[in-house]
């Protein structure tokens, strides 16, 4: 199956221009970044992979990551093969859940550039993690060279408890550990898509994004959002037949304008990149070091439930020694199946409700929550509360469904992670918890099945750490 070159006509001037040679196109001023290890690989002649996890606004065939890979098979010569995720069926996700035939996109005499674009209109950035969908999307792509996180808009809703970003910074962290923990030492970029026309709905997103870009710098951030806004938000930059907020940039074949802008800002990151080795640390691998969470790893369990913790609502647990529902690298010989109540069970839970030694650990401190939980396909998406006082007063970070995605009966390992809680000096709040919920919802839920809970970490510092060990 194969389509004529794509339609880029790239400009003269502007970041998608190609230079008249290579040594040209290398002249600016370079930096280490994720697309360093590709731009060896490419420039050496090699054949490569690209992966790119991307909502909507990365689906279309006038869109930036096509555009991005055409500029990529110019540059080099290359033949562009781009496999796009088949899920999408045009107006609603009822496709298979694999890669579509690959189509090529360029035609080259050099080598291959395979493009790998797990694309799902209205989901999330952990949704092809999904356990229904990570062994095709994820599980059966070669090892990407680069790995691009272009997500956000579907998530916006997370809350911002006393004006704090910790649960929106959270939800990146969670896709960097994953991928990570998938491919380890992998390149990754993560962009700040754009901001929605006609209100700024998406800011808390983009302050998010580039919070954890931040402090972490084996992260290459690419600052799409930037130039929307430096162009004024100007209404070429978007769909005309999109409704209010309108987040979609221009992207068919009468406007591609934003489109082409979201493929500059990545084309230029690559031309900046210097050909040299770059690794994305696996935040999962760090080691936890002191958890102020006590019995995080749930080893001490002698009663009903493990020390320290307590039923709500009709919420029990057991130990589940099945090692399809032990995550790998725990180093554990179970994990905790959390069942609901029979009837109304969408209140039950097992809380870890703070003593004061916990409360004073935190005290002053900022510090980042991570609980590693499991989805059943029978059962809604798992759901966490951490509730301390931050920002001058006491605050809840919750939230789950924002990993998984928004379709019914998703399952597989999520890290659920609030990401810099700053908690106020002198906390003696006793209201202060740590809870899992494994069916929150606004009724009942309509079964009584499990989810599973393999760890709980609260550590100090702005970058989770997991302590998973990967085997050999």
């Known amino acids: ?18 230079s008249a040679s290579e040594a040209d196109v290398f002249s600016v001023n370079q930096v280490s970044s994720a697309f360093g290890p590709l731009k060896t690989k490419l420039g050496a002649g090699q054949n490569v992979n690209i992966f790119a996890n991307t909502d909507s606004t990365g689906y279309s065939e006038y869109g930036p990551y096509y555009k991005f890979a055409v500029a990529l098979g110019e540059l080099y010569n290359a033949t562009v093969i781009m496999h796009r995720w088949a899920e999408w069926g045009g107006s609603s996700a009822n496709g298979p859940k694999d890669y579509a035939a690959p189509v090529v996109i360029r035609n080259g005499t050099s080598q291959t550039i395979d493009f790998w674009l797990a694309a799902l209109p209205g989901q999330v950035a952990g949704c092809m993690f999904e356990a229904s969908r990570k062994p095709t999307a994820i599980d059966a792509i070669p090892r990407p060279d680069v790995a691009i996180t272009h997500h956000g808009h579907n998530m916006s809703s997370f809350e911002t408890p006393g004006n704090d970003l910790a649960i929106g910074r959270g939800l990146f962290w969670s896709i960097i550990g994953l991928i990570s923990w998938q491919w380890k030492d992998v390149p990754q970029v ?17 302050n998010a994004i580039v919070g954890v870009a931040q402090v972490f710098p084996s992260l290459t951030l690419v600052d799409t959002y930037k130039l929307y806004i430096d162009a004024g938000k100007a209404p070429i930059l978007y769909r005309t037949n999109d409704v209010s907020p309108v ?8 406007n ?13 990151s690559f031309r900046k990149a210097k050909r040299a080795a770059f690794s994305t640390v696996s935040w999962m691998e760090l080691p936890i070091g002191t958890n102020l969470f006590v019995n995080g790893d749930l080893s001490n369990w002698s009663g009903a439930l493990t020390a320290n913790s307590s039923a709500v609502s009709g919420g029990s ?11 790998p690298g725990a180093g554990a010989a179970y994990s905790a199946k959390v069942k609901p109540a029979d009837a109304n069970g969408h209140f039950s839970s097992i809380s870890n409700s703070f003593d004061a030694t916990e409360r004073a650990s935190m005290s002053g401190k900022t510090v980042t929550a991570i609980m590693l939980a499991k989805a059943n396909p029978l059962q809604r998406v798992p759901f966490t509360s951490f509730v301390t006082r931050a920002n001058n007063g006491l605050r809840t970070y919750s939230g789950g469904a924002l990993m998984w995605g928004t379709l019914s009966g998703a399952g597989g390992w999520m890290p659920i992670t609030y990401g810099g809680i700053p908690c106020d000096a002198g906390n003696t709040d006793a209201n202060s918890s740590y809870k899992f919920v494994p069916a929150f919802g606004a009724s009942a839920p309509p079964t009584a099945d499990v989810a599973w809970l393999q760890r709980c970490v609260v550590i100090e510092g702005l970058v989770p750490r997991l302590g998973l060990v990967r085997s050999a």
Do not use: C
């Open 247 to 254: 987040y979609h940039p221009s992207d068919t074949q009468g």
């Open 317 to 327: 647990a057991a130990k589940d020694t099945d090692p399809a529902n032990i995550h």
């Open 1 to 18: 199956m194969q389509f004529a070159n794509l339609p880029l006509i790239l400009p003269q001037n502007g970041p998608l221009a190609l």
């Open 256 to 268: 591609d304008e934003g489109a082409r802008l979201a493929a500059g800002a990545l084309m230029a």
């Open 190 to 206: 993560i962009t700040t898509q754009n901001p929605w026309r006609d209100n700024a709905g998406y800011d808390k997103v983009y």
